[in-house]
């Protein structure tokens, strides 16, 4: 049995994601792989929890669920850098929300954990949009893994599928949707004639948009996605300021009348080789047009052809399907070794 | 020369002879007329023709996209002449108040606009106008960089087809 040490770093929706994914497929892990994944810290803004031996995850969860995480026994008020350094880890997961611009705090946390020679695992899109070249070359030369699955598509496995499985391919353009919340809001627009404001306030009420959602809605959210496609995927050193962004804030409901009208859903698309961000018209029978929050990526290949992938964008859960990927995908690996 | 001409157009009374009757008029001397209604709607007409010369020709399409009834491929003396391609998008802003006309006119002289539907809620507001062009194949880049060129212009957000 081989004991892989997890250091949760962000103890948010993701965070809370991870440790209940982790505590229902705990004795499934070890069934079947052989690996027994323990956690020995979670990061807070202010502390965090460190056990060496394990955090007990119930515990965990019980204590953040009544909002008294600080009164948990395990609690240190030691810092994520510190505790990232410090405690004795396989794998470092970055789950925290980032700046766009800077990309902290989570490239901060990105570097150290590689430079104390700790593999990373993250779901926080803004360190890999700013700093992607950087992050995958100091990972290499210290012969660590760097999973980053879950920052696009959310459970939609496009990174590693193009790592494990397109060895061979080319990849000639990569388009898609990307940002479940503009997508629900355009598929109320659509089904139900609502304007954009009714439809925002409706996909708030059920917890789809936040309380700010202007990211997804001027396209930035999407961007930066695109960016981190571009780069991985087809090698292209870009950065956000090399997308034209246009989002849907202008998009009326009786244009999507119209589209409807004549064939056509609106979507938000990313669209790598263009590097452009834009509402556009699709085909109703198109493999794109998926509805609510849903996200769609097609991958034009030399040998493969066109490959489309449909799933969920965002969720707790289905997010944390693309982190335990990046966590398996080390963990069987042999070379794990603990600093 | 002989001109073999597919068209399509909507499946509704007088639409044929509003189709025949431009090729008449600028001197084609029909040989047969062959129509199939397959599509929902649509009726693909096959005419086949002799007419004098190219000139003659391009009047007759000219005044075939004025009546609105698509071209949809040409063929001289057994020769593909040109396939068209149907480009759709959408315009949202003040579409009218800002001289649609000059904006069509603008978009035809690289294709031809062969479909317009406008959407307006009030006066004020901002409306959301659909247009269909009818473009060589390989003019779709010029076009669209005339129709963002134009929707900057003017302000418009524009939704192209994927």
């Given amino acids: 049995m081989k004991t892989v040490k997890l250091i949760v770093v962000g103890f948010g929706t993701i965070g809370k994601g991870v440790l209940e994914v982790l505590r229902m497929k705990h004795k499934l892990v070890k069934q079947r792989y052989g690996v027994d994944l323990q956690v020995s810290g979670v990061c807070e803004i202010d502390g965090s929890l460190i056990n060496p031996g394990g955090v007990d995850i119930d515990s965990a969860l019980l204590y953040a669920a009544r909002g008294k995480i600080r009164e948990h026994p395990d609690w240190k008020a030691e810092k994520s850098l510190e505790v990232i350094r410090k405690v004795p880890a396989d794998i470092v997961l970055e789950l925290t929300p980032g700046n766009i611009k800077t990309g902290e705090p989570g490239l901060s946390h990105i570097k150290a954990a590689l430079e104390s020679g700790k593999h990373v695992v993250t779901s926080n899109k803004s360190p890999l949009a700013k700093s992607f070249y950087e992050i995958a070359a100091l990972a290499e030369k210290r012969g660590l893994s760097l999973g980053y699955e879950a920052t696009v598509g959310g459970a939609i496995p496009i990174i590693n599928l193009y790592r494990d499985n397109l060895e061979v391919n080319e990849v000639r353009s990569i388009y898609g949707i990307l940002n479940g919340t503009s997508n629900f809001i355009l598929t109320k627009m659509f089904e139900e004639d609502l304007a954009l404001e009714t439809a925002l306030k409706e996909a708030q009420e059920l917890g789809i948009a936040e309380t700010d959602p202007t990211y997804d809605i001027n396209g930035t959210d999407t961007a930066v996605k695109l960016v981190i496609l571009a780069n991985s995927i087809m090698d292209k050193h870009v950065s956000l300021d090399d997308v034209k962004v246009t989002g849907i804030g202008e998009v009326t409901s009786e244009s999507l009348q119209l589209a409807k009208k004549h064939g056509y859903a609106i979507k938000l698309i990313g669209d790598v080789a263009n590097m452009e961000v834009s509402p556009r018209l699709v085909p109703l029978s198109h493999p794109l047009n998926v509805s609510g929050t849903l996200n769609a990526i097609m991958l034009d290949t030399d040998v493969a052809g066109t490959l489309t992938l449909v799933g969920h964008g965002a969720g707790k859960i289905e997010t944390a399907s693309s982190i335990f990927s990046d966590i398996m995908h080390i963990a069987k690996s042999a070379d794990i070794s603990r600093k | ?162």
Avoid: W
Wanted: net charge positive.
């Fill in chain 2, 1 to 162: 020369m002989k001109v073999d001409m597919v068209l399509k157009m909507r499946d509704v009374p007088g639409m044929l002879v509003k189709a025949l009757d431009p090729i008449s008029r600028h001197g084609g001397n029909i040989i047969s007329v062959t129509h199939s209604r397959g599509e929902k709607d649509i009726v693909s007409v096959n005419v086949s023709f002799k007419v004098k010369d190219q000139s003659s020709l391009d009047l007759i399409k000219k005044e075939l996209a004025r009546q609105r009834i698509h071209v949809f491929r040409i063929t001289i003396e057994g020769r593909k002449y040109y396939m068209k391609k149907s480009l759709s998008y959408i315009l949202i802003g003040h579409v009218i108040d800002t001289d649609i006309q000059d904006t069509i006119d603008r978009i035809n002289t690289l294709g031809l606009v062969s479909g317009v539907e406008v959407l307006m809620t009030s006066p004020k507001q901002k409306s959301s106008v659909l247009m269909d062009v009818e473009i060589d194949e390989k003019s779709n880049g010029a076009v669209l960089e005339m129709v963002g060129k134009i929707c900057k212009e003017k302000g418009f957000l524009l939704i192209r087809s994927l």
